[in-house]
């Protein structure tokens, strides 16, 4: 019988202490891991890569009613530790949880290795603090996988306690081609004597200008897509201003001209401001890239408008009069007799145009559209380096200096052509024919004048 | 091939006056000015540093003129600069005696620049709309969120948050604007910076979490400048022993306790 009761009284004893030992660490009793994660450290990407020094962290939050003694935080297989690895340990006070204080004095022996890292507190962490240990110089396999960090902890009363694994991974990629290139290239001796001068190292260190070429490539497309999508959208809308500002309707003349004088008389920039802190209040969903273009392409559409309207009135009156003697209508004559003259006389001011828009996009990085000027910044933050900067304007030349060489053919053969065909009546004009163009009155050449200053 | 050779001599020339113009320049001097301090901010952390019409005021400005009166230096203020560009002009040389700017002291930082003893307790602050539904840093994973370029919020959204699309800003007060026209779902900045923001211009948004990152602001010299760091930092002692760092400190945080000693 008493055997029985015995049993009884035991089982129920073990299960009572099963179900404690099972809940306790689902309260918040228990030192409880916060976070695992490593700091990017690819260059100029947003990778962890294996096989290269990365800052790895562990977080947790110390139980209400124990004090911590120890922590073994245990790395996965095939881990390393560069030469220079050490433990950063920093146990936070939560008394105020608005205004948290950190203790960077907290007594501790550490021993670090490949396969873990022990911690051993002389006073303990004290209850419900916050403990952030971080280990530099920590390097994952080069092995693209997730990894998990384990570990466990003893308790002021001597308890040893499973830490529980904090629910996602550390998500690493083994070294890419460019890193081990990277690796390979900081190795030389050349690099490193360029790099020990100074002003050599932080204008175009061979190793920094390497690392931001992909990132700032992509930004480059990023560049060019939106200079490619804002000038087209720019041009009809240009197109359509130059003709209102010819139109017989004073009011027509007069928006539109204000339209033009307020757009090119204030800078782009200031219009960026105000185009992405203010439409968002009225547009919702539209994004930066979206919203950029469309600047680009509004501001764009003011200068494109003059140069339109001044190679319109460059074309001479006798043409308009020809048209209208073989019958053709505005609309007709516009379309296939002026345009057409027009447009030989306004390409090499629309293509210096372009190149100002183009090099105008990097405005738009001070409002967050990820650019090349965008990615320069990032690249250069993180190095403390100006390389990337002069890398990003090799990019801008990349097409910038070929449409200057661009326009300078255009202009010789405009000049040629029109030298050759320019009919005798002209040069013997009396005066030549005074205009409005743009901002100031001016003699129009054969050539279209050159006012698109909104560098 | 003399014509090339002669080329070549010139380049040669000049490019070695050049690099030994410039490392002449980031010699080893304390000052770059006799007895003046120059300082570099970025004059956008109020109560700590910001622009009272073209003059900087703040707890840290107000820190900065003791220490330069116990050191018996002059103080001159560089025009503000993006936060991010500091400790590039700083660590070249030629231009900023010390960045006093909110600088959290970071290891990553210290590779590029010296810190000064620790002389203010931060933390990071996930600021939200008022309205929205964020009641924590990790409700926030996936969304689009802001901080300052190359700030240490920054970093910290990017390596604890999963899927999040970051905004970088030159000025925390520009992210607050994006913030409030809902182009950002929350912006990562030091926790008593949001503090002062949300009592005075921004009281329509909300402090989402503190989060405990332990960080203390630092004044930042260049690498090696072991001189004025020392004065800097035995200056520091001072003010903290004789009560000045406190009566400051009260001036502008009545409901804190200097943590710092």
């Excluded at chain 1, 004597?193 to 390497?210: D, G, I, K, Q, T």
């Excluded at chain 2, 320049?25 to 570099?40: F, N, P, Q």
Aim: one cysteine or more.
């Amino acid at each position: 019988m008493t055997y029985v009761r015995v049993a009884v009284f035991s089982l129920l004893f073990v299960l009572l202490l099963g179900s404690l030992l099972i809940a306790f660490p689902q309260s918040a009793e228990a030192l409880e891991t916060e976070s695992v994660t490593a700091t990017r450290n690819e260059d100029g990407g947003t990778d962890i890569i294996g096989g290269k020094p990365t800052r790895l962290s562990w977080e947790g939050r110390v139980g209400n009613n124990e004090k911590v003694m120890q922590i073994v935080i245990n790395f996965p297989e095939g881990c390393e530790l560069a030469d220079d690895a050490y433990l950063f340990l920093q146990e936070v006070i939560m008394d105020d949880p608005m205004h948290p204080r950190p203790d960077n004095a907290v007594k501790h022996e550490y021993e670090l290795t490949q396969e873990s890292l022990i911690i051993n507190f002389t006073d303990g962490l004290r209850p419900g603090n916050k403990v952030i240990i971080q280990v530099y110089g920590f390097q994952f396999p080069a092995i693209t996988a997730d990894y998990y960090i384990t570990g466990t902890y003893v308790d002021d009363k001597g308890l040893s306690h499973i830490l529980k694994e904090y629910s996602r991974p550390v998500s690493v990629i083994g070294g890419t081609a460019l890193e081990n290139f990277l690796v390979w290239l900081s190795e030389r001796d050349w690099v490193k004597a360029w790099n020990s001068n100074a002003f050599c190292n932080s204008f175009l260190n061979p190793v920094r200008a390497v690392a931001s070429v992909p990132t700032l490539f992509g930004g480059w497309l990023i560049s060019v897509a939106l200079v490619a999508l804002g000038f087209p959208l720019a041009i009809p809308v240009g197109l359509g201003i130059s003709f209102l500002r010819m139109s017989k309707l004073w009011i027509l003349r007069f928006l539109s001209s204000i339209y033009v004088n307020v757009i090119r008389g204030t800078p782009l920039f200031l219009q960026i401001y105000i185009a992405f802190l203010g439409l968002p209040l009225f547009i919702s969903g539209m994004d930066n890239f979206t919203t950029g273009f469309i600047v680009l392409a509004l501001n764009s559409s003011a200068y494109l408008a003059e140069i339109f309207r001044a190679g319109i009135q460059s074309i001479h009156k006798g043409q308009f009069e020809a048209a209208s003697s073989l019958g053709m209508n505005g609309i007709k004559t516009m379309f296939f007799v002026i345009i057409p003259q027009t447009v030989r006389r306004v390409i090499p001011t629309m293509t210096s145009e372009f190149i100002l828009l183009f090099k105008d996009t990097s405005l738009l990085a001070a409002v967050g559209v990820f650019e090349m000027m965008m990615f320069a910044k990032i690249q250069s933050n993180i190095s403390a380096n100006i390389t990337p900067y002069v890398v990003a304007a090799g990019f801008y030349l990349l097409v910038t200096l070929p449409l200057t060489r661009v326009i300078s053919v255009f202009e010789k053969k405009l000049a040629a052509t029109d030298g050759k065909e320019a009919p005798p009546e002209d040069k013997k004009k009396k005066k030549p024919e005074t205009k409005r163009v743009g901002l100031f009155k001016t003699t129009v050449p054969a050539a279209v004048n050159q006012d698109t200053g909104n560098g | 091939m003399s014509k090339f050779k002669k080329l070549v001599a010139v380049t040669a020339v000049l490019v070695l006056a050049l690099s030994m113009a410039l490392v002449g320049c980031s010699g080893g001097k304390k000052l770059i000015k006799d007895g003046v301090l120059v300082v570099g901010s970025d004059c956008d952390y109020p109560p700590f540093i910001i622009l009272d019409g073209d003059k900087p005021v703040g707890f840290e400005m107000d820190l900065m003129q003791a220490i330069a009166d116990d050191l018996g230096y002059e103080l001159e203020y560089l025009p503000p600069q993006n936060f991010d560009t500091l400790l590039t002009t700083l660590a070249g040389g030629a231009k900023m005696d010390i960045a006093v700017s909110s600088l959290t002291i970071t290891e990553d930082r210290a590779k590029s620049v010296d810190f000064c003893k620790p002389y203010f307790d931060s933390n990071q602050a996930c600021v939200v709309r008022g309205d929205s539904p964020y009641t924590k840093a990790k409700d926030l994973e996936g969304k689009v969120v802001g901080a300052q370029s190359g700030t240490t919020g920054e970093a910290w959204a990017n390596e604890h948050l999963e899927g999040i699309t970051m905004k970088p800003f030159n000025q925390t007060s520009e992210g607050l604007m994006a913030l409030q026209a809902g182009e950002i779902e929350a912006l990562f900045f030091d926790a008593p910076i949001a503090e002062y923001h949300l009592a005075t211009n921004y009281p329509t948004m909300k402090i989402a979490e503190v989060i405990p990152t332990g960080e203390q602001y630092g004044f930042a010299v260049r690498k090696g400048n072991k001189d004025l760091l020392e004065e800097i930092n035995a200056s520091l002692d001072r003010l903290i022993a004789d009560g000045t760092y406190e009566k400051i400190f009260k001036k502008y945080f009545p409901n804190l306790e200097p943590s710092v000693n």
